[in-house]
């Protein structure tokens, strides 16, 4: 595969920061963007302070992860007042949102879209020689990206993927781009344009490099990846598919997937589980909220009760499956009613674990066309709260059967909030570990398990964490 940048600079090689907000895709996006910056010969730092160039990878969910990005572009004008020098890339989600707006911004010299990602590094090279202002973005962001487009989109992610990724033993792979829902309160769907599955020779093969530079663990990615469908010929190729075909490969241990949605949910997804020992018995499977109406409005697609028919299926099919939900509290017109609907399927649903999201309207979404934003924010925060409050406790409950409990692991590395003192966290250090049911676990091991699989038996419990001893 060509490589796409050959560039070295004739003096001393460049710096590159890159700060990531949001969600995995973005920290996909960044991790193969770093990789493409250093084949273009740019050196990582870690640092915004001493860089030649900052890339800021930016998250339109929720109106707050932008206010983020407006501080975190505050601190950056004054970096520059002292080395003005510096060029300042925008990308991702609020990139395409905003475009020309956002370079206007003082600081701002770069703003390209999620579509943009293998430009990306040519617009960086060219703008710290030619000093120019430069904006990439989507013009039809739902129109679907042509041939040309999809192929430079697939050859970088295949080209640039690495091992090198924040978590040692384990990578992540998109199967799909965008999303066709349109959920009234979402913003994905005009940010990263249409839903398009990726060729599943590419997924496989990428996965097959992958493995072989020692990956274990591949997590498919995509914003409604149940959804994955790739025609080839009479073939259709679908996530069950995928699923097979990634744990054929050698090397790859576990397999899991995120985000699915409930609408059209198949059950060949649930029987590859329970059939395959690679594939992971989780399923993160946002419900947004219990209440019929409010769901409607949302354009969810279902009823409160399907969503608890397809839990039960799923536990029916796989036993010991773990499900994680989202929730949205507050959204326009949510009643004491509708949010104790909310309440009622929590308690029936019992989590693994949830997320739980205060309404934030999106310039030009169906919600914030039509409805005013009329739950006060106190309100939002005590919903929020009495949610959370209420899974923690069914999380405390669940988690208890635990103990005395031998579980497999795939250990991350160190915690990173030790309360050992020095020595002992250099010498036997609290590490964290996942369950292949993406239950955290905290025990004390060699540094050199990271990345490696180990089995923990479990001495104590809590809501979000299991704690244990390395055997
Ligand atoms: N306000 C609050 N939460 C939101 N989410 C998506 N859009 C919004 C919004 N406008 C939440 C949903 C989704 C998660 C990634 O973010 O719960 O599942
Ligand atoms: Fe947003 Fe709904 Fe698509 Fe998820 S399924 S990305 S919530 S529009």
């Not at 066709?180 to 599955?197: A, D, K, L, W």
């Not at 590490?431 to 089995?455: E, H, M």
């Amino acid at each position: 595969m060509a490589k796409f940048f050959i560039l070295i600079f004739p003096m001393e090689p460049r710096k590159v920061h890159i700060k990531n907000f949001g969600c995995q895709m973005n920290k996909l996006d960044s991790s193969l963007l770093g990789s493409a910056l250093e084949d273009a010969g740019f050196i990582l730092s870690t640092k915004a302070a001493d860089a030649d160039a900052v890339l800021i990878n930016t998250c339109s969910v929720r109106g707050h992860a932008e206010e983020r990005v407006f501080s975190h572009l505050g601190h950056l004008k004054h970096i520059k007042e002292t080395r003005p020098q510096i060029v300042v890339a925008v990308i991702g989600c609020m990139a395409q949102r905003l475009g020309a707006e956002l370079l206007e911004h003082d600081a701002v010299d770069i703003v390209a879209g999620p579509s943009q990602i293998p430009q990306i590094p040519e617009m960086v090279i060219q703008t710290l020689q030619s000093r120019k202002k430069a904006l990439s973005v989507t013009e039809k962001i739902r129109s679907k990206n042509t041939e040309a487009q999809s192929k430079a989109l697939d050859d970088f992610e295949f080209t640039y993927d690495t091992d090198k990724n924040h978590i040692p033993g384990q990578a992540f792979v998109r199967v799909m781009r965008g999303c066709n829902n349109f959920c009234t309160y979402c913003i994905v769907p005009y940010v990263r344009g249409p839903e398009i599955s990726r060729p599943p020779q590419t997924i496989i093969e990428q996965i097959k490099k992958l493995a072989e530079k020692g990956i274990r663990q591949v997590t498919l990615l995509g914003q409604t990846v149940n959804s994955y469908v790739y025609n080839a010929g009479d073939r259709s190729y679908r996530l069950a598919d995928l699923l097979e075909m990634t744990s054929n490969i050698d090397g790859i241990k576990w397999v899991r997937f995120i985000t699915s949605h409930p609408k059209h949910f198949d059950d060949s997804i649930l029987r590859a589980m329970a059939q395959l020992s690679e594939v992971c018995e989780y399923l993160h499977i946002p419900a947004q909220s219990g209440s019929d109406r409010i769901l409607k409005a949302m354009n969810r697609g279902y009823t409160g009760d399907e969503y608890l028919a397809l839990l039960a299926e799923a536990r029916k099919i796989v036993p010991g499956i773990a499900i994680a939900g989202d929730f949205i509290v507050g959204f326009p017109g949510e009643t004491d009613d509708d949010f104790q609907a909310t309440v009622d399927l929590v308690k029936k649903a019992r989590f693994k674990n949830c997320f739980v999201f205060k309404y934030s309207p999106r310039p030009g979404t169906g919600a914030d066309n039509k409805l005013k934003d009329d739950i006060p924010e106190e309100i939002k925060k005590q919903r929020n709260a009495r949610l959370l409050d209420l899974q923690n406790r069914i999380s405390d409950e669940d988690n208890k059967r635990f103990a005395g409990q031998t579980v497999e692991v795939l250990a991350e590395g160190p915690s990173k909030k030790p309360h050992l003192n020095k020595a002992e966290h250099e010498n036997n250090p609290q590490l964290i570990g996942r369950t292949a049911t993406d239950y955290i676990v905290v025990f004390n091991g060699p540094k050199s398990l990271a990345g490696q699989f180990a089995k923990v038996r479990i001495t104590k419990t809590a809501p979000v964490t299991l704690f244990g001893s390395l055997l």
